[in-house]
Each structure stands twice: as structure tokens, then as C-alpha cells.
């Protein structure tokens, strides 16, 4: 089955700098990545999702990026504001089913 | 779009008694539904996907008889927790995804409690 690893578990940035999170699968099979977040007793919410069929995809502050050769892709925020502070999900899977990762929980400093 | 409801929000149950959890897409129709458990702190760990009309596919080490998965339409899959014991504590929550997509959209999740 699919494996998928986040990293890092935690991650502090200062208000308006980027922060980086990054998850490896190990399925070759996986073709959809979706990121997730989900705040404290919430429910997780999509954020951002790419396909395998594209490198890079960006919606204002975020983007995602994917390596397929490399099995790796990554969460971008740039900007970063205080209602960013939350856990971050990614996954790796299709439509039998996703496996996420342990969670970035990211904190915004002020 | 995309809209997942789950029901109840919260229970406290006693030991040995059965919990029953509804989760509904009110705006598409979900061909598949998938129950997930997370724990404070952590992961979601799917526990089992549910097709409609079909009997639902279990993770490895969950309990098939103790958590009951009924798929009967297109817009509603119920998860019972069967002879609840406190380590069934826990966040349940289910996601669905559209007929033809792999996006899953997450209900509230429910909150159980077991004394």
C-alpha cells in the first residue's frame, strides 16, 4: 500500500515569511496529492490538491508543487498570516482511497 | 458544493451499549464514503471505505463486527459502534467523494465518549 511521510511535525515562521512543508509517497501508482487543513476540533479542510499529470499548482498565497520522478511534493504559503496557524494534511492516493500524512502542525508568530 | 454533514456532533455512552454515527453529502451524490478515526494530536486513520450497495472494505486491524458500516444510498453511510468500551474514545470522522472524483470532502466529525 501507499506510504506517505511529512515533514516537518512542527514548523514556526515570523508573520509574512514562507513556510515550506514537504511529504514523500512511495506509491508510483498515487496520481492525486491533495494538502488539507484542519484546525483545532474541526473538520480538515481541502486547501490545495494537485494531479500527477501537472508539476506545479498555485492559488494565491499557495502552491503546490510535485516530483514525479522523485516521489515528492510540497506545500508552499508565502505571506504568511495568522489565520494560517492550524495542522497541515497531505495525501497521496486516488479514487480508491488516500493516505495521509502525520500532520505539520504550523504556527505563526507574530 | 460539497457540503458533508455528520450526526451526532458529540455522545457520552456507557460501557457495552452501541453508538450509531450518520454521515451525509447533502449537495452530490457519494459513491464512496470513508470512515476515518483520529486521535488528539494525530493522523487520520481510515478505518473502512464504503460503496454504496456493497459491503464496506476494512483497514487491516480494524473490527469489521465491532465497527458496522451500512452504505444504503448515494447520499448517507452509517458507521455503529458496537459494544462501545472507553479505548473506542475518539474523533470518528467520514469523508465523501464525488461518483466520477477522488476529492474527499470531510463531515464535522463526532466526538465520542465512552465511560
Known amino acids: 500500500g501507499e506510504n506517505v511521510e511529512q515533514h516537518p511535525s512542527t514548523l514556526s515562521v515570523q508573520e509574512g515569511d514562507s513556510a515550506v512543508i514537504k511529504c514523500t509517497y512511495s506509491d508510483s501508482a498515487s496520481n492525486y496529492f491533495p494538502w488539507y487543513k484542519q484546525e483545532l476540533g474541526k473538520r480538515p479542510q481541502l486547501i490545495i490538491d494537485i494531479r500527477s499529470n501537472v508539476g506545479e499548482k498555485k492559488d494565491q498565497r499557495i502552491a503546490v508543487t510535485l516530483n514525479k520522478t522523485a516521489k515528492h511534493f510540497s506545500l508552499h504559503i508565502t505571506e504568511t498570516q495568522p489565520e494560517d496557524s492550524a495542522v497541515y494534511f497531505c495525501a497521496g492516493g486516488g479514487a480508491d482511497g488516500l493516505t495521509f500524512g502525520k500532520g505539520t502542525h504550523l504556527i505563526i508568530q507574530p | 458544493g460539497a457540503v458533508v454533514s455528520q450526526h451526532p456532533s458529540r455522545v457520552i455512552c456507557k460501557s457495552g451499549t452501541s453508538v450509531k454515527i450518520e454521515c451525509r453529502s447533502l449537495?452530490?451524490?457519494?459513491?464512496?464514503m470513508f470512515w476515518y478515526r483520529q486521535f488528539p494530536k494525530q493522523s487520520l486513520m481510515l478505518m473502512a471505505t464504503?460503496?454504496?450497495?456493497?459491503?464496506?472494505?476494512?483497514e487491516q486491524g480494524v473490527e469489521k463486527d465491532k465497527f458496522l458500516i451500512n452504505h444504503a444510498s448515494l447520499t448517507l453511510s452509517t458507521l455503529t459502534v458496537t459494544s462501545a468500551h472507553p479505548e473506542d474514545s475518539s474523533f470518528y470522522i467520514c469523508s465523501a467523494s464525488h461518483t466520477t472524483g477522488d476529492t474527499q470532502y470531510f463531515g464535522p466529525g463526532t466526538r465520542l465518549t465512552v465511560l
Open positions: 449537495d452530490f451524490q457519494a459513491t464512496t
Open positions: 464504503s460503496n454504496e450497495g456493497s459491503k464496506a472494505t476494512y
